[in-house]
Structure formats: structure tokens, C-alpha cells
């Protein structure tokens, strides 16, 4: 099952909210799109522990992020 950008959406949401624990997260080939990336990475901004976001294969440049 792929997230896809609608998916990233509510990801984001639900990472948005504590999970403060986080080291990695693998969202590798999910057919995210750019705007799933950018509310990816907005949600994960204030999580200290987390070392590694892997948004391979989707639709997400580095410029995106």
C-alpha cells in the first residue's frame, strides 16, 4: 500500500503530536509528491532525537526539503 501525497498528509499529522522518540523514519518509495514532502519535513522539524528521514524514491528533491 503507498502512501502517496494524500497520505504524507495525515503521516504529518499524526507525526505532528508527540512521537517525540523518533530516530528514523523510512518513507522510501511511496510516490510521495514535493507538497507531501515539505508538511513531512514541517512535521518533524522539532524532533530532537530523530537522526534520518529516507524519502527515497518519491517525488521529493532536495531542493523540495
Do not use: P
Amino acid at each position: 500500500c503507498l502512501l502517496k501525497t494524500h497520505g504524507a498528509y495525515h503521516f504529518a499529522e499524526a507525526l505532528s503530536e508527540n512521537h517525540n522518540q523518533l530516530e528514523v523514519v523510512d518513507l522510501g518509495f511511496n510516490e510521495i509528491g514535493a507538497d507531501g514532502g515539505v508538511v513531512l519535513v514541517e512535521a518533524l522539524q522539532n524532533k530532537k532525537n530523530l537522526t534520518r528521514l529516507i524519502l527515497d524514491g518519491n517525488q521529493v528533491s532536495a531542493d523540495t526539503l
